[in-house]
T-cell receptor, first 111, second 114 residues
Framework: DAGITQSPRHKVTETGTPVTLRCHQTENHRYMYWYRQDPGHGLRLIHYSYGVKDTDKGEVSDGYSVSRSKTEDFLLTLESATSSQTSVYFC??????????FGPGTRLTVT | GENVEQHPSTLSVQEGDSAVIKCTYSDSASNYFPWYKQELGKRPQLIIDIRSNVGEKKDQRIAVTLNKTAKHFSLHITETQPEDSAVYFCAASLRSSNTGKLIFGQGTTLQVKP
């Protein structure tokens, strides 16, 4: 668990403001993922990265962008936060094929 | 698009009984099927997984079975204990190349009554 951290852990922001969430890993894993978790929807993939500067969209990518300039950091940006983006956001990392390990999560509230 | 259906959404058992959670997937190319346990307010944690070349895998009180023909897989927990109470998620890999993408079921809330 200590190999993945997320910051901030909690955030309250206003509609229309930009927000950046950070995922940091010390495991040197190649793959990194951002999910959101909402009641009744399980975990849904927002964006993922398969290497430095290599990113792609997941199933719920609208309104989100990502960047990965270093192996250890994967940033998720909400360009203009909306109330529908209130959620718990989890970062995950993976090395071999498919096994993913999750960070502690960030609870985001957009008012 | 591809999806994973998970049933039941809630499950309540008495301590010591067995619990079974079932998932069905749509992508015939899926070859990796993990199960995650999430306690309240915590992160999902990988508890067991199975690959398509194996029909069953056990780890102490938990086991997973896979039927590729029917495209379904199940989690079995025997001798349940109160600490097994949590939300359980199944997932299946997607056919997309070299990305390790998973698609998750909606989750099952398991309650083990003492």
């Amino acid at each position: 668990d200590a190999g993945i951290t997320q910051s901030p852990r909690h955030k309250v922001t206003e509609t229309g403001t930009p927000v950046t969430l950070r995922c940091h890993q010390t495991e040197n894993h190649r793959y990194m993922y951002w999910y959101r978790q909402d009641p009744g929807h399980g975990l849904r993939l927002i964006h993922y990265s398969y290497g430095v500067k290599d990113t792609d969209k997941g199933e719920v990518s609208d309104g989100y962008s990502v960047s990965r300039s270093k192996t250890e950091d994967f940033l998720l940006t909400l360009e203009s936060a909306t109330s529908s983006q209130t959620s718990v956001y989890f970062c995950a990392i993976g090395d071999n094929y498919y096994e993913q390990y999750f960070g502690p999560g960030t609870r985001l509230t957009v008012t | 698009g591809e999806n994973v259906e998970q049933h039941p959404s809630t499950l309540s058992v008495q301590e010591g009984d067995s619990a079974v959670i079932k998932c069905t997937y749509s992508d015939s190319a899926s070859n990796y099927f993990p199960w995650y346990k999430q306690e309240l307010g915590k992160r999902p944690q990988l508890i067991i997984d199975i690959r398509s070349n194996v029909g069953e895998k056990k780890d102490q009180r938990i086991a997973v079975t896979l039927n590729k023909t029917a495209k379904h897989f199940s989690l079995h927990i025997t001798e349940t204990q109160p600490e097994d109470s949590a939300v359980y998620f199944c997932a299946a890999s997607l056919r997309s190349s070299n990305t390790g993408k998973l698609i998750f079921g909606q989750g099952t809330t398991l309650q083990v009554k003492p």
